[in-house]
């Protein structure tokens, strides 16, 4: 990748206000700043390149403000460790609070920095530097932020910050939001700060599960004849998956997972019974009412998963369930989910208690208690289908294992294009805000790129127009990434909900389209990457020019290019779904 190279050597003095907070992200070892770029943080932008060299963090630049956020969020997601942002004033942090959101509800670690003022009255210019100047900027986003401040010394700006890295990087993990004072940065320093030891300002370590509450599961999971573990949030790492692996094979237990989580699970492991989902599906709530045992490891909306099988019979299992995730529970928004019951409950992550629990029960391995159904196969429609973008797209890789789904539609076939490692697929957007799939694409392939992965990204036409221009920056930093356009010119899940809106009102169901068809002409999404410096490609609109197009896509991806293909699709009846539990939106 390329990063930006000042002319000249970096002034090594620390002289300035925004030097401290430059000096910081350094000292963090934090590798990469996203920014569009404001006149509030001047004073940073100059010591980041002309005190740090535009290295330890390299800027990222962006064209969008809610790019900034969700690149870091997308870079998070993959390495589990975060990386900084920094939005402009009021209106920069306005315009970034949706994937600031986002990463909220996907409990992603995360560094936003700000900046005001100057909150001095005398150093304000007029006009612009008041409209962008507030007392509580941080109240913008407290509902939905683990913590947030505004220091207003340089000593109160290294603990500031200090404090955030430490908490953001504490499970559950979350986005902190530090406002800088433009005043503050511009300010000459008459010494340097005192610089804090961060070998003693490390996270903790997650708690471990209470001995007695330990035993008493290991013995209710022993005991089971029809354990099922839903493999909720964990870690993307191998250790964390071989050891669910483990779990499930000494239990003999059914497992599901979600595609808001990710890759929790072998999808081709015999255990895995049924294809990830989004929302329940009718054979994966047979399976929860026949268990007599629920293990849920930090399983996204437990409760509403429970209701919804309910549908299909009593859901009579004891639950033992892991999560720190109540720990950010807030009073202003909802996403806490639907309050589940629960028998024995470790206030610990899922890892914690699936180690441990694998250390307390017997060794050995126990037949799963229930066969994986069958794959209703490949449609038989004459329009293109994922079932052929999937089978193009892996006839293209000789090895399949270095390839990472940052994002998917629903409908991804698995039977085609298993999840076989923790870094298969990185999982939904987290708070279901559209038009942040490009952002988080380029986040992930930036620390992918560090692993040597191929970074494939799949998303709707509505979100891409939303965010086609995040993909600017992976042209201009040279972020190798492809993404695959599943383009059915319509806001189709839309299209559901004004059906059934139509339907009970006796109304006629045909006009579900109006006012949500992207048609008559459909945007062009070729051009649009091509105006971001990318390659585009389409639409493809034939099934006998499926393979051809990705052919030429992933030798663009492998020679380091970025990508985009769009293909035009027909939604299928294989992709409706129950649009009262789907996303509102969709492309």
């Given at each position: 990748?390329?990063?930006?190279?000042?002319?000249?050597?970096?002034?090594?003095?620390?002289?300035?206000g925004?030097?401290?907070?430059?000096?910081?992200?350094?000292?963090?070892?934090?590798?990469?700043?996203?920014?569009?770029?404001?006149?509030s943080?001047?004073?940073?932008?100059?010591?980041?390149?002309?005190?740090?060299?535009?290295?330890?963090?390299?800027?990222?630049?962006?064209?969008?403000?809610?790019?900034?956020v969700?690149?870091?969020?997308?870079?998070?997601?993959v390495?589990?460790?975060?990386?900084?942002?920094?939005?402009h004033?009021?209106?920069?942090?306005?315009?970034?609070?949706?994937?600031?959101?986002?990463?909220?509800?996907?409990?992603?670690?995360?560094?936003?920095?700000?900046?005001?003022?100057?909150?001095?009255?005398?150093?304000?210019?007029?006009?612009?530097?008041?409209?962008?100047t507030?007392?509580?900027?941080?109240?913008?986003?407290?509902?939905?932020?683990?913590?947030?401040?505004?220091?207003?010394?340089?000593?109160?700006?290294?603990?500031?910050?200090?404090?955030?890295?430490?908490?953001?990087?504490?499970?559950?993990?979350?986005?902190?939001?530090?406002?800088?004072?433009?005043g503050?940065?511009?300010?000459k320093?008459?010494?340097?700060?005192?610089?804090?030891?961060?070998?003693?300002?490390?996270?903790?370590?997650?708690?471990?599960?209470?001995?007695?509450?330990?035993?008493?599961?290991?013995?209710?999971?022993?005991?089971?004849?029809?354990?099922?573990?839903?493999?909720?949030?964990?870690?993307?790492t191998?250790?964390?998956?071989?050891?669910?692996?483990h779990?499930?094979?000494?239990?003999?237990?059914?497992?599901?997972?979600?595609?808001?989580?990710?890759?929790?699970?072998?999808?081709?492991?015999?255990?895995?019974?049924?294809?990830?989902?989004?929302?329940?599906?009718?054979?994966?709530?047979?399976?929860?009412?026949?268990?007599?045992?629920?293990?849920?490891?930090?399983?996204?909306?437990?409760?509403?998963?429970?209701?919804?099988?309910?549908?299909?019979?009593?859901?009579?299992?004891?639950i033992?369930?892991?999560?720190?995730d109540?720990?950010?529970?807030?009073?202003?928004?909802?996403?806490?989910?639907?309050?589940?019951?629960v028998?024995?409950?470790?206030?610990?992550?899922?890892?914690?208690?699936?180690?441990?629990?694998?250390?307390?029960?017997?060794?050995?391995?126990?037949?799963?208690?229930?066969e994986?159904?069958?794959?209703?196969?490949?449609?038989?429609?004459?329009?293109?289908?994922?079932?052929?973008?999937?089978?193009?797209?892996?006839?293209?890789?000789?090895?399949?294992?270095?390839?990472?789904?940052?994002?998917?539609?629903?409908?991804?076939?698995?039977?085609?294009?298993?999840?076989?490692?923790?870094?298969?697929?990185?999982?939904?957007?987290?708070?279901?805000?559209?038009?942040?799939?490009?952002?988080?694409?380029?986040?992930?392939?930036?620390?992918?790129?560090?692993?040597?992965?191929?970074?494939?990204?799949?998303?709707?036409?509505?979100?891409?127009?939303?965010g086609?221009?995040?993909?600017?920056?992976?042209?201009?930093?040279?972020?190798?990434?492809?993404?695959?356009?599943?383009?059915?010119?319509?806001?189709?899940?839309?299209?559901?909900?004004?059906?059934?809106?139509?339907?009970?009102?006796?109304?006629?169901?045909?006009?579900?389209?109006?006012?949500?068809?992207?048609?008559?002409?459909?945007?062009?999404?070729?051009?649009?990457?091509?105006?971001?410096?990318?390659?585009?490609?389409?639409?493809?609109?034939?099934?006998?020019?499926?393979?051809?197009?990705?052919?030429?896509?992933?030798?663009?991806?492998?020679?380091?290019?970025?990508?985009?293909?769009?293909?035009?699709?027909?939604?299928g009846?294989?992709?409706?779904?129950?649009?009262?539990?789907?996303q509102?939106?969709?492309?």
């Amino acid at each position: 990748m390329i990063i930006d190279r000042p002319e000249g050597r970096p002034d090594p003095q620390i002289a300035w206000g925004s030097d401290v907070a430059a000096e910081m992200l350094r000292r963090f070892g934090c590798p990469f700043i996203s920014l569009n770029p404001g006149a509030s943080f001047r004073g940073l932008h100059d010591s980041l390149v002309n005190h740090l060299g535009n290295e330890t963090p390299g800027i990222l630049l962006c064209l969008h403000e809610d790019h900034s956020v969700a690149i870091a969020h997308g870079y998070a997601r993959v390495t589990g460790e975060p990386m900084a942002c920094v939005l402009h004033a009021n209106v920069g942090l306005l315009h970034g609070m949706m994937a600031i959101f986002n990463a909220w509800c996907d409990r992603a670690p995360l560094l936003v920095l700000g900046a005001t003022g100057p909150v001095a009255m005398e150093k304000r210019r007029p006009w612009i530097d008041w409209i962008h100047t507030m007392r509580d900027q941080g109240g913008l986003v407290r509902n939905f932020i683990k913590w947030d401040d505004q220091p207003s010394s340089p000593d109160s700006l290294v603990e500031s910050l200090t404090r955030g890295w430490l908490l953001t990087r504490s499970h559950p993990t979350g986005p902190v939001y530090i406002c800088l004072d433009a005043g503050l940065q511009e300010t000459k320093l008459e010494r340097e700060p005192v610089w804090p030891d961060l070998t003693r300002m490390q996270p903790p370590r997650p708690p471990r599960p209470a001995k007695s509450d330990l035993e008493s599961a290991a013995r209710l999971l022993a005991e089971s004849k029809r354990p099922l573990i839903l493999a909720g949030r964990g870690a993307r790492t191998d250790k964390a998956w071989r050891a669910r692996i483990h779990l499930a094979e000494r239990l003999g237990a059914c497992v599901m997972s979600d595609l808001k989580s990710g890759a929790m699970f072998p999808t081709n492991h015999p255990a895995h019974v049924v294809a990830p989902f989004n929302a329940v599906p009718k054979t994966a709530r047979e399976i929860i009412c026949e268990a007599d045992v629920i293990l849920s490891l930090d399983w996204v909306d437990l409760g509403g998963a429970l209701q919804q099988a309910g549908s299909a019979g009593e859901v009579s299992a004891k639950i033992v369930a892991a999560s720190l995730d109540r720990h950010l529970h807030r009073g202003a928004g909802m996403e806490y989910q639907a309050l589940a019951p629960v028998d024995i409950f470790f206030s610990t992550t899922s890892d914690a208690l699936v180690e441990d629990l694998v250390e307390a029960l017997e060794p050995g391995q126990r037949p799963v208690w229930r066969e994986r159904r069958a794959s209703a196969g490949q449609s038989t429609s004459p329009s293109i289908t994922l079932h052929q973008i999937a089978r193009a797209l892996r006839d293209n890789f000789d090895d399949p294992e270095k390839v990472t789904f940052s994002l998917l539609n629903r409908g991804w076939p698995t039977e085609v294009w298993p999840f076989t490692s923790p870094l298969s697929y990185l999982g939904k957007d987290g708070g279901g805000g559209l038009g942040s799939g490009p952002g988080l694409s380029v986040g992930a392939a930036l620390a992918l790129q560090k692993l040597g992965r191929y970074a494939v990204s799949v998303l709707g036409d509505g979100d891409f127009c939303m965010g086609a221009t995040a993909i600017w920056t992976a042209v201009r930093h040279q972020i190798p990434m492809l993404i695959l356009i599943d383009n059915n010119r319509s806001y189709f899940n839309d299209e559901l909900h004004q059906e059934n809106v139509a339907r009970a009102r006796g109304r006629n169901e045909k006009n579900r389209w109006i006012g949500l068809r992207l048609d008559a002409p459909p945007p062009n999404i070729a051009k649009l990457a091509e105006a971001q410096g990318a390659i585009g490609i389409g639409p493809v609109v034939r099934s006998a020019d499926v393979s051809g197009a990705v052919a030429e896509g992933v030798g663009v991806l492998k020679s380091g290019g970025v990508c985009v293909i769009d293909f035009h699709v027909d939604p299928g009846e294989e992709r409706r779904s129950n649009a009262s539990v789907g996303q509102r939106k969709s492309g």
